[in-house]
Structure formats: structure tokens, C-alpha cells
């Protein structure tokens, strides 16, 4: 058996490409249980190692969550429609609505959430805020979590000088969040950049996140310039790359 590059699939993706496959016509619905690794060893004529190397990948694609002592069930998350333009009008936090509501009914709750100021700037988040030398940093340090799985850990980096004293510096900035809060202060956000990158996560990301360290992670980048073209805010996002579909809707 070949995947759609004409690789040659070992046993363990043989299965799990069946396993999938079964999934997609809908045979296991989410939470299902999933046929036990002696099982499926049986059923292919395979060792128990190999079966469970085909759950394993099963697991690191976020189609299947398993635990010690009980059969693999299928995931029920629904992934988030991350819809990156909408989510960032000022319709949005300028009425005070959180970005959240523009992307799906659901809304996410923030477990952990640590506000540190007069932090010095890394070196790159230095150079885009123009920071000038010694000048310091308030991070925002925040963990979303969805319907009890963590999705998105997000550290957002803004100059001290423009915040302090300002709701930025508390752990809950008010309706509409940092943007409106940067409006408040006279730098409303005109412009937005985004850079995404996909890459394996560290040790540190894949335990906030709750995944296995094969699964991969979106890197998402963002930074926000006022009218004047100053950027007054970076936020830094790594998205667990299962529970997100990234959506881009815009006029031609």
C-alpha cells in the first residue's frame, strides 16, 4: 500500500490509513471506542507493537485521545474555525466583543494568566516595537482553554511606557480586551500583521498544551499598528495544530 506520493506505507500507516478512513465514512463517531491494540493485531495479522504504533499516529494527528487502562475513542472536539480577518474588525473590540466571538458559538476560558511589567524585550520583539535601549515590556501570559482542552497558549508583548498605569496591566483589561484598551489610550489599532509558521513544539509548549511533542504546532505572530504606524502590541500564539482550522474570508 502507497500513500497519494507513491511512498511505500509501513504496516503501523496501513492501519492507521484504514483506521481513518473508517472514521471519515463515519463507522466510529466521535467518542466511539476504537477496536484495543490485540485487536486490530489480530485483525491485520500484525504484533501488538505495530498496532500500537498505528493508534500513536492516530493520536498525534488529534483524531483519537487515549489513556492508560482504556480503549482509544474518537475525538469529539470540534475543531475552532479560527477566522482571522473577522475576529480582528474594529466592529469587533470596539463594541467590546471579545475576537473569540467572531470565530464560533463557543468561547474559551482562560485557565492560567500571568501580567509581568518592566520585563526587558526580546531581541526580536525589541526591534519591531522600536523600542528604544533599556526600554521595558509589559507581558500578558495567558492559556485558552476549550471545552476542558487546552488550544492556545499567547504571550503579548507592549512598550511599559504606553501602558502603565492603564487596565493593559491587570489580568482582566475590561470589554473589548488589550485593543480596546490601546483605543482608550489613543493608540487604537489601524493595522494588523499576521505570520504563521508550522513547526514541532518544545518540551515547555507541548506540556501547557496537554499534546503529544510529535504533533506539530502553528506559530501565529501578530502585530498591531496604530494610525500612526506605530506597533504598539505583539502577540505571539502557538495553536494546538489539531484544534484549529484557520479561516481566511476576503473580498477580492
Known amino acids: 500500500m502507497t500513500d497519494e506520493t507513491g511512498a511505500q506505507l ?6 492507521a490509513a484504514e483506521l481513518k478512513a473508517a472514521i471519515d465514512r463515519g463507522d ?3 467518542g466511539d471506542r476504537l477496536p484495543g491494540e490485540s485487536a486490530l493485531a489480530a485483525q491485520h495479522g500484525v504484533s501488538d507493537l505495530t498496532a500500537r504504533r498505528a493508534l500513536k499516529i492516530l493520536r498525534t494527528e488529534g483524531l483519537i ?6 480503549a482509544a475513542r474518537v475525538i469529539s472536539f470540534q475543531p475552532i474555525r479560527r477566522r482571522g480577518i473577522q475576529r480582528l474588525a474594529r ?27 518592566n520585563v526587558a524585550a526580546p531581541q526580536h520583539i525589541s526591534d519591531v516595537l522600536e523600542l528604544a535601549p533599556g526600554e521595558m515590556v509589559c507581558v500578558r501570559s495567558r492559556r485558552y482553554v476549550m471545552e476542558g482542552r487546552p488550544v492556545m497558549v499567547a504571550e503579548s508583548y507592549l512598550p511599559q511606557s504606553l501602558v502603565a498605569g492603564s487596565p493593559i496591566v491587570q489580568a482582566d ?10 483605543a482608550d489610550l489613543g493608540h487604537a489599532p489601524a493595522h494588523f500583521r499576521e505570520e504563521i509558521r508550522v513547526r514541532m513544539p518544545s518540551a515547555e509548549e507541548a506540556a501547557r498544551l496537554a499534546i503529544p511533542t510529535e504533533r506539530t504546532v502553528v506559530k501565529l505572530a501578530r502585530t498591531a499598528f496604530d494610525a500612526e504606524g506605530r506597533a504598539v502590541e505583539i502577540t505571539e500564539m502557538t495553536l494546538d495544530s489539531a484544534a484549529y482550522v484557520l479561516n481566511y474570508e476576503f473580498d477580492a
Open 10 to 15: 509501513t504496516k503501523a500507516q496501513q492501519i
Open 28 to 30: 466510529y463517531r466521535p
Open 65 to 70: 485521545e487515549t489513556k492508560k487502562g482504556a
Open 91 to 117: 466592529d469587533q473590540w470596539g463594541s467590546g466583543k471579545t475576537v473569540w466571538s467572531a470565530d464560533d458559538h463557543r468561547a474559551p476560558d482562560v485557565d492560567q494568566i500571568k501580567v509581568l511589567e
Open 173 to 182: 483589561t475590561g470589554p473589548g480586551g488589550i485593543y480596546a484598551r490601546l
